[in-house]
């Protein structure tokens, strides 16, 4: 994994490629390459690095063509290297790029060297290339190679396959790896994510688990699991080109991070109405699906994980739903027992977590009737699988490290909290209270957005940090875990979260002089408890930073700062509390001198397991 681009037209695609590129970067990344065929040859270059570095080569010697496909590529099989880099070739004629795993590869590896193919790489998606180099030496025609080689191929794969010697053929296939294609005028592209294409097109074909696409100059024949014609339906997207760009901010997720108003405000749009949250929400027949269940499982990864930690205390204190979470990855192999009138709720802001989506279809063979998905994407493999569907509007998010999708998650699960809440007896009165606090929570989110020149100077106190521990009780302990997930993304600073009742379990050890403790204080039921593990960390050196209420008379110390956040009401306080963990997070990253939108190891989409 992680970005393909490729296409097919009447003009030099080079360029074309390289700026999909650019914009494919925010997955995060260690290499790139690019191929375009031309004369009946592959010219390829590739660089380990930054999109920058391989523009820069062909700069320098520049490739053209007017059928091509290019690659920014996370490593899982072999390290960081150009030989590991896409796009992968074959006797010089065909070249492949690839997301996803190839389960399989070792065993065909093996036939492949047998049969005298020379690898020059450790990946896995070398051996796709030179098993449709040995079809199409069988078959002699490159649709059917193809064909016949993906058919052997074992875990999960988009590919882009061009051929030297069919110039007028690019073909594209997927199964568990997201794949669109972009219709042109007399051009065609493909790639693993529209907003590489925004640019050249706005519309849009999506291909469906186990799809294959021949795409020509002149038209786009798809082909299903079964290798039956098909037609997917062609989608205008609303999103325009400059959707993806910084403006005046220095990094994508600072942007994104002051984003969250608006979209919190996008996501409440047309779904809350006279003090309730409609039903017509969550699908047409949400309203029906609701009346049977009786439970909630959530299922996520990361931050969408942390999203489904608190939602479960909303189900359970606000409508007396019994909600248990799971971590995607661990689901699935966990045996699970779910009963039929179990709504499984899966939260993905990709809609292409590859172990969201696994487990999802777990569940679904498990024999779970009702399912939900929470995600950004409307056009998402998520969203496809699951039977109802909440989009939460935050747009796009180029930043790795998760922040409007995260509060935007949020507000969907409680939103979800409510509807379902009044069918377990939760009361008009609650529920108008809950609404009008959604309501407020944009108003809410620019307040503690202000607080953005104060966390900047308390970053500096992290400048030496190599450890940090976070604390919360209640709701706010998944917000202490996102705090703890933030720091330790984008400043690579170790950052743990432990629910505070437990310091006295084995974390109080680690307090010394040199150990910042980062704590979430709402004025809530359980702030006496809070005070007295603020107490028990004061007391052993620990240099206290207290996010608290502004309404409360509490005064700071030698190792205790605090910092006022507005007065929000309980309900919607994790979501405000999240807001100066995210600009901590942020601010240290940016004296750490760190890639913060790309930070290293990591992706934005995690297609796979």
Same mark, same amino acid.
């Given at each position: 994994m992680c970005g393909i681009i490729a296409g097919i037209a009447q003009r030099n695609v080079t360029p074309i490629l390289l700026e999909g590129l650019k914009r494919l970067e925010y997955r995060g990344y260690d290499s790139a390459g690019l191929a375009v065929a031309n004369n009946g040859h592959i010219y390829r270059k590739r660089e380990v690095g930054k999109v920058c570095g391989l523009q820069a080569l062909i700069d320098q010697d520049p490739i053209k063509g007017f059928l091509g496909l290019a690659h920014t590529r996370w490593a899982t099989h072999g390290k960081p290297s150009v030989e590991n880099a896409h796009p992968h070739v074959s006797l010089d004629k065909l070249a492949v790029v690839h997301n996803g795993i190839i389960e399989n590869h070792a065993e065909l590896r093996a036939e492949l060297l047998n049969k005298g193919y020379h690898f020059t790489s450790q990946t896995d998606t070398e051996v796709v290339v030179h098993l449709i180099a040995e079809a199409l030496r069988q078959c002699g025609d490159f649709l059917s190679a193809v064909k016949q080689a993906v058919a052997r191929l074992q875990g999960a794969y988009a590919l882009g396959i061009i051929n030297a010697d069919c110039p007028d053929l690019l073909i594209a296939c997927r199964k568990g790896s997201?794949?669109?294609?972009?219709?042109?005028?007399?051009?065609?592209?493909?790639?693993?994510?529209?907003?590489?294409?925004?640019?050249?097109?706005?519309?849009?074909?999506?291909?469906?688990?186990?799809?294959?696409?021949?795409?020509?100059?002149?038209?786009?024949?798809?082909?299903?699991?079964?290798?039956?014609?098909?037609?997917?339906?062609?989608?205008?997207?609303?999103?325009?080109?400059?959707?993806?760009?910084?403006?005046?901010?220095?990094?994508?997720?600072?942007?994104?991070?002051?984003?969250?108003?608006?979209?919190?405000?996008?996501?409440?749009?047309?779904?809350?109405?006279?003090?309730?949250?409609?039903?017509?929400?969550?699908?047409?027949?949400?309203?029906?699906?609701?009346?049977?269940?009786?439970?909630?499982?959530?299922?996520?990864?990361?931050?969408?994980?942390?999203?489904?930690?608190?939602?479960?205390?909303?189900?359970?204190?606000?409508?007396?739903?019994?909600?248990?979470?799971?971590?995607?990855?661990?689901?699935?192999?966990?045996?699970?027992?779910?009963?039929?009138?179990?709504?499984?709720?899966?939260?993905?802001?990709?809609?292409?977590?590859?172990?969201?989506?696994?487990?999802?279809?777990?569940?679904?063979?498990?024999?779970?009737?009702?399912?939900? %998905?929470?995600?950004?994407?409307?056009? #998402?493999?998520?969203?496809? !699988? @699951?039977?109802? +569907?909440?989009?939460?509007?935050? =747009? /796009?998010?180029?930043?790795?490290?998760?922040?409007?999708?995260?509060?935007?998650?949020?507000?969907?699960?409680?939103?979800?909290?409510?509807?379902?809440?009044?069918?377990?007896?939760?009361?008009?009165?609650?529920?108008?209270?809950?609404?009008?606090?959604?309501?407020?929570?944009?108003?809410?989110?620019?307040?503690?957005?202000?607080?953005?020149?104060?966390?900047?100077?308390?970053?500096?106190?992290?400048?030496?940090?190599?450890?940090?521990?976070?604390?919360?009780?209640?709701?706010?302990?998944?917000?202490?875990?996102?705090? %703890?997930?933030?720091?330790?993304?984008? #400043?690579?600073?170790?950052? !743990? @979260?432990?629910? +505070?009742?437990?310091?006295?379990? =084995? /974390?109080?050890?680690?307090?010394?002089?040199?150990?910042?403790?980062?704590?979430?204080?709402?004025?809530?039921y359980l702030l006496e408890k809070l005070k007295s593990n603020i107490q028990e960390v004061s007391a052993r050196g620990g240099q206290l930073i207290v996010f608290i209420d502004e309404s409360l008379s509490e005064t700071g110390a030698d190792n205790i700062q605090l910092v006022k956040m507005p007065r929000v009401d309980n309900i919607i306080s994790p979501i405000v509390y999240a807001i100066p963990l995210q600009l901590l997070a942020y601010h240290v990253a940016v004296l750490k001198g760190t890639d913060i939108d790309q930070p290293r190891n990591l992706a934005k989409s995690v297609t796979v397991e």
């Open positions: 997201p794949l669109v294609i972009g219709v042109g005028i007399g051009e065609y592209f493909i790639a693993s994510d529209i907003a590489a294409l925004l640019p050249v097109t706005q519309r849009f074909i999506y291909l469906q688990e186990g799809d294959l696409a021949a795409l020509r100059i002149d038209g786009a024949t798809i082909y299903d699991k079964d290798d039956k014609q098909v037609a997917r339906p062609l989608v205008e997207s609303q999103l325009k080109s400059d959707a993806v760009d910084k403006g005046a901010y220095r990094h994508y997720m600072l942007k994104e991070i002051h984003e969250q108003a608006r979209a919190a405000t996008e996501t409440l749009e047309g779904r809350v109405v006279g003090g309730r949250v409609l039903d017509n929400a969550f699908g047409h027949n949400a309203a029906e699906v609701f009346d049977t269940v009786k439970s909630v499982q959530i299922i996520a990864c990361g931050t969408s994980y942390h999203a489904g930690l608190v939602a479960r205390y909303w189900f359970e204190t606000l409508a007396k739903i019994r909600c248990t979470v799971d971590v995607a990855s661990e689901f699935r192999y966990r045996d699970p027992v779910i009963t039929p009138d179990t709504l499984v709720v899966v939260i993905s802001q990709s809609g292409e977590t590859a172990d969201t989506l696994a487990a999802l279809m777990e569940a679904k063979r498990l024999g779970v009737t009702h399912t939900l %998905a929470i995600c950004n994407v409307p056009e #998402s493999s998520l969203v496809r !699988e @699951a039977e109802l +569907a909440l989009m939460t509007r935050a =747009g /796009p998010e180029i930043g790795v490290a998760s922040t409007k999708a995260f509060t935007t998650q949020l507000l969907s699960l409680l939103m979800l909290v409510v509807a379902l809440g009044r069918r377990f007896g939760l009361s008009k009165e609650t529920e108008r209270e809950a609404t009008a606090e959604l309501l407020a929570l944009p108003a809410s989110i620019e307040k503690a957005l202000k607080l953005d020149p104060v966390i900047e100077q308390l970053a500096q106190r992290f400048l030496d940090k190599q450890n940090a521990l976070f604390l919360g009780r209640g709701a706010h302990y998944p917000i202490a875990l996102e705090g %703890a997930l933030k720091l330790k993304e984008i #400043s690579y600073i170790h950052a !743990e @979260a432990y629910p +505070a009742g437990e310091l006295k379990h =084995g /974390p109080l050890a680690l307090i010394d002089g040199e150990m910042p403790v980062i704590t979430v204080a709402p004025n809530n």
